[in-house]
């Protein structure tokens, strides 16, 4: 591949050598001959010109000198979209593997595969194309659309659906029981301050509540490793097309995610909650049950959403408790100058002393 197919790959133009050739992609600090990179702001400029790179991707006025550039709108996207040619995965296996496990009555499209120790119980369906790697286990009654992957020691417990072009990545669970409990002498939870003794000492047992529902996973979502996503109580719980979940995120029974959803590390979604399309949320927040948030809302990193909160569309909050991120960052800047604030609250305080002591001798007939 040269410059001038890359562009026509990325819908850019060459500026430069295009027949240049390209036989690999790299970061800048690992480039050597042949390999194509990219700069996305002009402070990478100079490291990319001293590199060994062939050709860099970069953006309108952006200049790397000495080099073949591809001038495209996004440089980083491009690179992406270029790797995707230039690194194609490997080599996939179909069929069954000696040491599967699949029920006769499970059904496995054209291409598919199973790999060795993975179990797929009766009544699944495997769409064409898709990949059941070692360890994974399809439960009864599951389907998995094309070009799917679930890889090792993943669990779809039975019923579970994932769409097309869906990636569940090691260790992930869905379709587990939601957390739900009832005790008949307790409605609610604790409230004001003179009902939490009396919550904290009811002795009755938990009622486990039954989950008969199931977990749907639409096109192109990808769910990163050891996440876990309950089923519903009835009904579905529900992942949008296109949406990206990180790993180590817990969603709770009867959410409904929207499309293109952005989920980062640790984050914790209570029970049906209601989040909207194109909604990023913050590594190692906290949503708590009933929540609703709007399309394209922002929740920032280590934010705690309390029951029942409602957010429209377009808003971004931040902190703990959730508010607008504007309050909570001046809230925290005012924080940050409380020891200052302090050290002249004590100066005002010896101050004022000093007069007072000075006003009880003058009224006590003394000189000071």
């Known amino acids: 591949m040269n410059a001038e197919a890359v562009a026509r790959l990325v819908g850019g133009r060459v ?157 992930a669970v869905l379709g587990s029981d939601g957390f739900g409990y009832v005790q008949e002498g307790r409605e609610g939870s604790a409230g004001p301050p003179d009902a939490i003794e009396r919550y904290m ?31 519903a109580t009835t009904g ?24 293109h959803a952005i989920i980062v590390s640790m984050v914790g979604i209570g029970g049906s909650v209601r989040i909207g399309m194109h909604v990023t949320i913050g590594g190692n927040s906290g949503i708590s049950e009933g929540v609703e948030i709007g399309d394209f809302c922002i929740i920032g990193a280590h934010t705690l959403v309390y029951p029942g909160k409602k957010f429209g569309m377009r808003t971004v909050v931040w902190g703990n408790p959730a508010r607008q991120a504007e309050k909570s960052m001046a809230q925290l800047a005012a924080l940050s100058g409380l020891p200052g604030t302090l050290r002249k609250m004590r100066g005002i305080e010896g101050r004022i002393s000093d007069i007072e002591g000075r006003i009880r001798e003058l009224e006590a007939g003394r000189e000071p």
């Open 15 to 171: 500026e430069g050598d295009p027949a240049a050739g390209i036989t690999g992609v790299s970061d800048i600090s690992n480039a050597k001959d042949g390999d194509l990179t990219f700069v996305q702001t002009g402070k990478h400029a100079a490291a990319a010109a001293a590199s060994r790179a062939s050709v860099v991707l970069t953006s309108e006025g952006i200049e790397v000198p000495g080099k073949t550039r591809v001038i495209v709108r996004n440089p980083k996207y491009a690179f992406i979209k270029a790797l995707t040619v230039l690194k194609p995965p490997g080599k996939r296996l179909e069929g069954v593997d000696a040491h599967a496990a699949v029920h006769p009555s499970a059904e496995l499209g054209a291409g598919a595969y199973v790999g060795p120790f993975a179990c797929v119980e009766e009544g699944a369906k495997i769409g064409a194309g898709s990949s059941v790697l070692s360890g994974a286990r399809i439960g009864g009654g599951s389907r998995i659309g094309t070009g799917s992957v679930v890889h090792r020691n993943a669990v779809l417990y039975p019923g579970t659906i994932l769409g097309n072009g869906v990636i569940v990545h090691a260790g």
């Open 201 to 231: 000492q009811f002795d009755e047992p938990h009622l486990k509540v039954p989950h008969f529902g199931r977990v749907e996973v639409g096109d192109e979502v990808e769910i990163g490793a050891n996440t876990t996503i309950d089923r």
């Open 236 to 259: 579905a719980t529900v992942i949008g097309l296109g949406s990206k979940i990180d790993n180590l995120v817990q969603i709770g029974h009867n959410c409904r995610i929207g499309a």
